[in-house]
């Protein structure tokens, strides 16, 4: 399975910017899948979360309200629709697929993992 991210790019403070993350292979319907971002000099860390069937979709704290993830099986895409952007959001952002345990929110939950996409917000 490969993932493959896209969408990022330079955006002002309160812009908005859509993520999208394309998974090739044919079991991408069964796979939770998941986008976290590393800033400069931190650790990566989780952003958004959606199960096989969307009956689970969580998000971290920060994103909350501002960040809405989606999926599309037909397409074998997750998205990542971001809103009210703030320079703290500045990160590479990466997608993640089939998660190997129920928690979701840790960088070794993921089998699968995408190259990442830089998102720059400007103040």
């Known amino acids: 399975v490969q993932l493959q991210a896209s969408g990022g790019g330079l955006v002002q403070t309160g812009g908005s910017l859509r993520l999208s993350c394309k998974a090739s292979g044919r079991d991408f319907s069964t796979y939770t899948m998941a986008w976290f971002r590393q800033a400069p000099g931190k650790e990566r860390n989780f952003v958004a979360l959606?199960?096989?069937?969307?009956?689970?979709?969580d998000y971290a704290d920060s994103v909350k309200g501002r960040f809405t993830i989606s999926r599309d099986d037909a397409k074998n895409t997750v998205d990542l629709q971001m809103n009210y952007l703030k320079p703290e959001d500045t990160a590479v952002y990466f997608c993640?697929?089939?998660?190997?345990?129920?928690?979701?929110?840790?960088?070794?939950?993921?089998?699968?993992w995408g190259q990442g996409t830089l998102v720059t917000v400007s103040s």
């Open positions: 959606i199960t096989w069937n969307s009956s689970r979709i």
């Open positions: 993640a697929g089939q998660a190997l345990d129920s928690d979701g929110k840790k960088t070794s939950s993921y089998k699968y």
